[in-house]
């Protein structure tokens, strides 16, 4: 079966986009943010039922092609950047926790970029690819915080998740491609980086 192709075009990461995924967060927040806050600490939204932990993602270059997505159920999720490698991230709109048996909003999806040293917190249930992908470089790596249990489960059997739902739309004949008609990607070439 020769695959159906959605064109997911990259966009600039930014709050108000990224908001119906997840919350954006970096050292460059402006001071106004913790006006008014005697711990100068803001509340990101990181929740997780089971036990957090802290682990180092790594993602090798790869065709900007996926057909793989999967939510947490049970955690939200958060990420930085590290180095200084620029990467995409595909995301769809969660669905509601309990509806384990809806695909992703096809029409949500959305690719993004991703500078370093940006940090971000998924929403629980928000879908998204199972990599990142690095742009002009063979690598890009994470800082990333999850609950240890799901991750335990997902070095199991995929049929028996209970934490994670994954879904795999090659099973419907769809492949996610990232595209660059606005030529963001080139934009943030190395060479730019100086």
Not at 165 to 191: T, Y
Request: overall charge negative.
């Amino acid at each position: 079966m020769t695959p159906n192709t959605v064109d997911v075009s990259v966009e600039d990461l930014n709050a108000e986009a990224f908001s119906p995924f997840g919350t954006l967060f970096s050292s460059g927040w402006p001071s106004d943010a913790f006006a008014g806050k005697p711990n100068r600490m803001i509340d990101l939204g990181f929740s997780v039922d089971g036990a957090p932990a802290l682990y180092l993602i790594r993602y090798l270059a790869s065709e900007m092609v996926l057909t793989e997505f999967e939510r947490h159920l049970a955690m939200t999720e958060a990420r930085i950047a590290l180095g200084t490698a620029t990467s995409v991230l595909v995301v769809a709109a969660p669905n509601p926790v309990e509806a384990t048996d809806v695909l992703p909003d096809v029409e949500s999806v959305r690719a993004f970029l991703i500078r370093p040293g940006t940090g971000l917190v998924l929403k629980r249930s928000t879908w998204h690819a199972l990599d990142c992908f690095p742009v002009h470089e063979p690598l890009v790596d994470f800082a990333f915080v999850s609950e240890r249990e799901s991750e335990k489960e997902l070095e199991g059997p995929v049929d028996a998740l209970e934490r994670t739902q994954i879904v795999d739309f090659s099973d419907s004949g769809i492949e996610f491609r990232v595209s660059d008609p606005s030529g963001l990607l080139n934009s943030n070439s190395p060479d730019d980086r100086l």
